[in-house]
């Protein structure tokens, strides 16, 4: 017996996306459903047991909620599983990233985690970093490390390029990638991991003067990719440690279950990590005002390095008068993961996580009614109402998700969205018995509730922001 055919299919030539052909004839994009999702549901119900944490250990609040919710799956210590909905918000920080460090001039590569042991005992650091540093030999008995940062090896490469010429200057490379840190006790979930996700940044400039200048760029822009996801950081005066250089800044989040001490000046500009003042020490040197204290998670780093490196790898350039100048360095960290969960520890209630509105996994969810309930017309009214957001509100296509499990009343599927931190969710309920059909708006971030026509619904949506 031949099988029967589907009221849907999906047709695509070559290079074209593949699109869902309706019964009526038309074509649009898959509904994203989540019943389809790669989505471990049973974490929630389990309450996610972390192996990093032993019964009776307090555990930070992103680290609960993102096990509860599935958005992380224990590894092995100190590693995960970033789950879909992590991923696409890592990609969405990514692109701010990106959009941030381009627009300085900023040019992203590759760099190999694998690093030559040779390449870090020239530098000094093979034994400095101690057991933090992951050791391995191949085959052939050469010995490299995985890279927690990349100031070697790029370094080597620039060195590499015998013709730079000051006209090139100033680079600015980057990369967004895994990094590998063996951390004596891994906690907090994603804030102390053994293996992360960063951005790191090199500089190389023509002077001391250029680089200090370059220096203020790449700090301002850190400042403006955490104004844009809505986090207040602190720029504070930093140690240099096991990185070198003369100048160091750290970008932290006030937070209480921050592990970094910050002393903060109320009266002015004035702000330090605890460990590079003396501790006696109440006011301020710059203004004598009070100093006050509080706690903060380490999201980004900045240093400048001089000529710390080059001097050591010889990179140069050639001056306006052909003679080979040592380049002056910075290097500038982002924590990627570390700044995605450091966000749902400030944003979030205790069972309910907020991101960022910039970078949530998605920004839509539709609910349609119970399977069975009078309300069951509102399923159909939901489906159009999906299909009419995806043709109509470019900014949040693809950023819709409708959940599907009718069979679930709308309260526990609701709960299920204020877990997941959707910033908007649409409800189908009583009052898409109206003329015209009403759907019931939540917006989670400012807790309002709205009833709207499709048409509110799809003018709300439009004022989206995207990065």
């Not at 949040?396 to 204020?418: M, Q």
Request: a neutral charge; hydrophobic letters at 35%; glycine letters at 8%.
């Amino acid at each position: 017996m031949r099988p029967q055919r589907s009221s849907t299919a999906t047709h695509a030539g070559p290079g074209q996306r593949c699109r869902q052909v309706h019964h009526d004839g038309s074509t649009r994009p898959r509904r994203v459903a989540v019943s389809q999702l790669f989505q471990p549901f049973n974490l929630r119900e389990d309450h996610a047991a972390d192996p990093e944490s032993k019964p009776g250990d307090l555990t930070c609040r992103s680290q609960k909620l993102m096990l509860q919710a599935g958005l992380i799956c224990p590894a092995q210590n100190g590693c995960y599983y970033y789950m879909p909905y992590t991923v696409r918000a890592m990609e969405k920080l990514i692109q701010v990233i990106d959009q941030a460090m381009q627009g300085i001039g900023g040019q992203k590569l590759n760099m190999p985690s694998l690093n030559s042991a040779e390449l870090w005992r020239a530098s000094g650091r093979w034994d400095i970093m101690g057991k933090e540093l992951f050791r391995l030999a191949d085959r052939h008995n050469q010995e490299y490390c995985l890279g927690p940062t990349h100031e070697e090896i790029v370094t080597h490469l620039v060195a590499s390029q015998a013709a730079l010429s000051y006209k090139q200057l100033p680079l600015l490379l980057y990369q967004i990638t895994r990094k590998f840190r063996d951390e004596p006790k891994p906690r907090f979930g994603l804030l102390r991991s053994r293996e992360f996700y960063m951005k790191d940044m090199y500089t190389f400039d023509t002077s001391e003067k250029a680089a200090h200048q370059t220096y203020s760029l790449v700090c301002d822009a850190y400042c403006s990719v955490f104004n844009r996801l809505g986090l207040s950081v602190l720029k504070v005066q930093a140690d240099t440690g096991s990185i070198g250089g003369t100048m160091s800044h750290e970008f932290q989040l006030p937070a209480s279950t921050g592990e970094d001490r910050l002393v903060v000046c109320p009266g002015c500009n004035f702000s330090a990590n605890a460990e590079t003042i003396n501790f006696d020490l109440t006011n301020c040197l710059v203004c004598h005002g009070k100093l006050t204290e509080t706690k903060g998670i380490e999201v980004g780093h900045a240093f400048y390095l001089g000529t710390k490196y080059s001097s050591v790898f010889n990179a140069t350039f050639q001056d306006a008068e052909s003679k080979h100048v040592l380049a002056e360095m910075g290097c500038y960290g982002l924590g990627v993961t570390r700044i995605l969960a450091a966000s749902v520890e400030v944003l979030s209630t205790e069972d309910r996580i907020r991101w960022p509105t910039l970078i949530a996994p998605y920004q839509v969810c539709l609910i349609p009614p119970k399977k069975g309930s009078r309300e069951e017309v509102g399923v159909a009214l939901m489906e159009s109402l999906y299909d009419d957001i995806a043709d109509g509100v470019p900014q949040v296509k693809g950023d819709v998700i409708l959940d599907d499990r009718s069979h679930w009343t709308i309260g526990k599927r609701l709960k299920d969205a204020n877990m997941l931190g959707y910033p908007y969710v649409v409800i189908a309920g009583k009052k898409v018995l109206n003329t015209p059909a009403e759907f019931e708006v939540w917006s989670q971030n400012t807790g309002e509730v709205l009833f709207l026509t499709k048409e509110g619904v799809i003018e709300l949506l439009s004022k989206v922001q995207v990065p």
